[in-house]
């Protein structure tokens, strides 16, 4: 008598990949309510057939790891939180009228107005970060620690003009960017143009902490390798002031301030010294820069906010996808300094 027909074992393959997607689902990698990957998903993503990923989910329903509706898809067992709106944590130097981080906040604020969402501010201290409210979506300039503690929770958040940490938690923070390296590039190219020379430049960078501003030296400096650099201890008129003058005495064929603010404090020096002033780019384009008149490479401030308010409506929609990392390119503003 011929026995049953034996079932062909698993292989390998079939064993790690619902290893891993259960790994995904222990790990905390998918927010509770939300949506997991399709059957679709997971036979391209793991190179497995529909059937196989069909009888996959399947298993891992019935283990209790996974919640399917038919037609609707697989999800993640849980309530989902559901957001009431978003919370701003802005670095305290927004509160400076006429900056790069109150015009950011000016932007985005009337954005999130206009579309009926609620919005709360919050801001850090270098001894107090502020709670991330569970119930809010963080919007995050400047606070660098807040987007690690999120990172690190595996909480939703969208950084604004900056990345997102590397690591596994990074998967869960959506940013909108420049690139800084590329931007301090163009400056370098649009100083070349200018004065038709190639040596004697000068950068006037911001903290020698600052990652931005180390980023933008490097990308003006791949131009320019020859170019001197001198940092200012803020991002601020009055802390550039000095190394402004510093730089103007030994008449530098162009300069490269790595924000608009100490663009001014350049000029501010030049008119104080009776010093003529020589080609000047700064960064930004911050409110100062068009009353200075003054040509710097340009973040595009609309396009930056426009995207920011997509990746919030999608989050407050409850979209749980992987994080989104969306990079700009700068815009260079031809002014002529008065």
């Known amino acids: 008598m011929v026995g049953a027909a034996m079932a062909r074992p698993r292989s390998s393959h079939v064993a ?37 990923a069909h009888r996959l989910l399947a298993e891992l329903e019935s283990e209790g790891l996974l919640r399917r509706k038919a037609a609707s898809g697989s999800f993640v067992p849980g309530r989902r939180v559901a957001l009431r709106g978003v919370q701003l944590v802005f670095h305290p130097r927004a509160r400076r009228k006429g900056s790069f981080g109150a015009h950011l906040m000016e932007l985005l ?7 009926g969402i609620a919005v709360v501010r919050s801001w850090p201290t270098a001894a107090c970060l502020p709670r991330l409210r569970a119930d809010y979506y963080p919007v995050v300039w400047e606070c660098r620690a807040a987007v690690q503690a999120a990172a690190e929770a595996r909480k939703l958040l969208l950084c604004v003009n900056d990345l997102p940490p590397a690591g596994l938690g990074g998967g869960y923070i959506d940013a909108v960017t420049t690139d800084d390296f590329s ?45 001197t650099v001198v ?21 530098p064929t162009g300069i490269f301030a790595c924000n608009d603010r100490l ?74 300094t008065a």
């Open 109 to 115: 604020e009337a954005g999130l107005r206009a579309r």
């Open 16 to 52: 790690e990949v619902k290893s891993a997607l259960a790994a995904r689902l222990r790990g905390g990698f998918a927010a509770p309510g939300g949506r997991f990957l399709s059957t679709r998903a997971v036979a391209q993503r793991f190179a497995v057939s529909y059937q196989t």
């Open 231 to 251: 940092t200012a201890a803020s991002w601020f008129l009055e802390d550039g002031a000095v190394p402004a003058a510093e730089i103007l005495g030994g008449s």
């Open 263 to 336: 663009a001014e404090a350049v000029i501010v020096a030049a008119r104080r010294g009776g010093r003529a002033l020589p080609p000047l780019i700064g960064f930004d384009n911050a409110p100062v820069a068009e009353r200075l008149r003054l040509t710097t490479i340009g973040i595009p401030w609309a396009t930056m906010v426009a995207q920011a308010l997509d990746v919030i409506a999608v989050r407050l929609a409850g979209g749980a996808q992987g994080a989104r990392v969306i990079s700009l390119a700068h815009e260079p503003v031809l002014r002529l």
């Open 183 to 227: 931007g301090g590039a163009c400056a370098a190219e649009l100083l070349k143009e200018r004065t038709g020379r190639r040596r004697g430049f000068v950068v006037l960078g911001g903290p020698v902490d600052d990652v931005r501003s180390q980023r933008r030296i490097a990308g003006f400096c791949a131009h320019a390798p020859d170019a």
